[in-house]
């Protein structure tokens, strides 16, 4: 922290690309080392998803688009931050439901959900408020692109798909959910896919991001470059 001080340019950090990549965990160690808020925009799409499935907009015949987005205009989602786990947890209408958003249910659905202009205009409204006073790094498929079109760090990720899966099944399987690998590579393909190939703002690198592969890279290897560059655009 002591080669950040408070007089140094604030700056936004968009961190774009595929599913399951690192993009989180990366995003949460830079904005730790830096003193700056780590804001998952992939929560709040998982939390909406999440307030779907419970209140039956969500069900075996897909995605009631009129009921979701009535829902949402009434929903209340925002972010707190957790001192024991050094990040904030995303609140949907006043319950923590960080750990309800990850498993396979949402997953499979959260892609149908984020390609909904409704769902995304309320959404990007609220990131682009809450990095109006820059001091973010902020993570998810549009950032760089649509949400903050002129960060001053833009960071498009990606990785081997078969290690991704593998590292997503670890975590998953880690927290006890029951999940073949099989089951996770096909979630992240198909919604690599649907994320790349949708109408509004698809996941695609903003013309001047800087691609990082983190394949064969440590979180320490990721942070070393990040601090690096991060040093010379903030001096
Ligand atoms: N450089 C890395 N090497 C190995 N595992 C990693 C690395 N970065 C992240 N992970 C692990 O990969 C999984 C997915 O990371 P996450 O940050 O949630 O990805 P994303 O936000 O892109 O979906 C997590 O279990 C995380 O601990
Ligand atoms: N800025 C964002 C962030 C996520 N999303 C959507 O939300 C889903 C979940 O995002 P996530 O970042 O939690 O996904 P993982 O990379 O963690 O698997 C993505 O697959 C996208 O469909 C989006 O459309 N725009």
Redesign the pocket.
């Known amino acids: 922290m002591e080669s950040f001080p408070p007089n140094k340019k604030k700056i936004i950090i968009a961190v774009d690309?595929?599913?399951?990549?690192?993009?989180?965990?990366?995003?949460?160690e830079v904005a730790a080392r830096i003193g700056y808020i780590f804001i998952?925009t992939?929560a709040m799409y998982r939390a909406v998803t999440l307030l779907g499935l419970r209140r039956g907009a969500i069900g075996p015949d897909g995605v009631d688009e009129k009921a979701l987005t009535d829902l949402l205009s009434e929903a209340d989602i925002s972010f707190r931050f957790n001192p024991g786990r050094g990040a904030s947890d995303i609140y949907l209408d006043g319950e923590n439901v960080e750990s309800r958003i990850r498993g396979i249910e949402v997953s499979n659905s959260v892609s149908r959900v984020s390609s909904i202009g409704a769902v995304r205009e309320k959404l990007v409204h609220l990131q682009q408020q809450m990095g109006k006073q820059k001091g973010v790094v902020m993570?998810g498929r549009d950032i760089g692109t649509v949400v903050f079109p002129n960060a001053e760090l833009k960071i498009f990720?990606t990785?081997d798909p078969a290690?991704?899966a593998q590292?997503?099944y670890?975590?998953l399987t880690g927290k006890g959910e029951q999940v073949t690998l099989e089951e996770v590579m096909q979630n992240l393909l198909e919604r690599d896919h649907a994320d790349q190939t949708r109408a509004i703002s698809p996941l695609r690198k903003a013309d001047d991001a800087i691609v990082l592969d983190?394949s064969f890279?440590?979180?320490g290897?990721?942070l070393e470059w990040a601090l690096e560059l991060i040093g010379k655009l903030t001096a």
Do not use: P
Not at 20 to 26: D, Y
């Open positions: 690309g595929f599913s399951s990549c690192g993009k989180s965990t990366f995003a949460r998952d992939g993570d990720m990785a290690i991704r590292r997503r670890a975590e983190n890279m440590t979180i290897e990721e």
